[in-house]
């Protein structure tokens, strides 16, 4: 599996892909692909209708601690359930994105800020509850940051950036 790296505002930051009809690897994680490019390859079409996109930077917050206190077996199904977690919360036209080991996104096509503000909270809540693996129960949290096309970027990389500086403000 190759992780491919692109520039988001001078620090670079593997970014892996998968749409929820895509195929999952054993860890239960997508494929991988380039983060922009796919959401690039949205934006004409929002930018002929006018129709608005949202992109999500979800961090997980827990999964390095998981990895160190009970091995990377227990991390890696950890992060299958946030998968599935995010899966089951997102609509089919939905795209979600695996940014890295805790680093997840979402682009959110034909809704606007406010709806995204409903997606955060839930996603918020639903990834909060505790996951139980092996007989453990491990609790994780996330930080949601949302950039909306074209108010924060008129590119994938910007929007992307903008979203994980937006996650990266949630404390």
Same mark, same amino acid.
Request: aromatic letters at 2%.
């Given at each position: 599996? *190759? ?5 988001? !505002? $001078? ?10 009809? +895509?195929?999952?690897?054993? +860890?239960?994680?997508? @494929?991988? *692909?380039?983060?922009? @490019?796919?959401? %690039?390859?949205?934006?004409? $079409?929002?930018? #002929? ?8 930077? =979800?961090?997980?917050? &827990? ?21 599935? #977690? ?7 036209? +939905? ?5 890295? *080991?805790?680093?997840?996104?979402? =682009?959110?096509? !034909?809704?606007?800020? @406010?709806?995204?503000?409903?997606? %955060?909270?839930?996603?918020?809540? /639903?990834? /909060?509850?505790?996951? &139980?693996?092996?007989?453990?129960? =491990?609790?994780?949290? /996330? #930080? ?5 096309? @074209?108010?924060? &970027?008129?590119?994938?990389? $910007? ?6 500086? !937006? /996650?990266?403000?949630?404390?």
């Amino acid at each position: 599996m *190759t992780d491919h790296v692109i520039q988001l !505002n $001078a620090a670079q930051v593997p970014l892996r892909h998968s749409t929820l009809a +895509d195929g999952v690897s054993p +860890d239960g994680l997508p @494929p991988t *692909t380039p983060f922009g @490019p796919v959401i %690039d390859r949205h934006l004409p $079409a929002c930018r #002929r209708s006018g129709a608005p996109l949202v992109v999500l930077a =979800i961090v997980i917050e &827990g999964l390095e601690a998981a990895a160190q206190g009970h091995g990377e077996a227990v991390a890696n199904q950890l992060r299958g359930a946030v998968w599935s #977690r995010l899966k089951r919360r997102l609509r089919a036209s +939905d795209l979600i994105v695996c940014v890295g *080991t805790a680093e997840f996104g979402a =682009i959110l096509l !034909n809704v606007g800020a @406010p709806v995204a503000a409903i997606v %955060d909270a839930r996603l918020s809540t /639903a990834l /909060a509850q505790t996951y &139980g693996i092996g007989g453990l129960e =491990i609790a994780l949290s /996330a #930080r949601i940051g949302a950039a909306v096309f @074209p108010q924060a &970027g008129s590119t994938g990389v $910007a929007l992307a950036a903008a979203a994980l500086e !937006n /996650a990266s403000v949630k404390r």
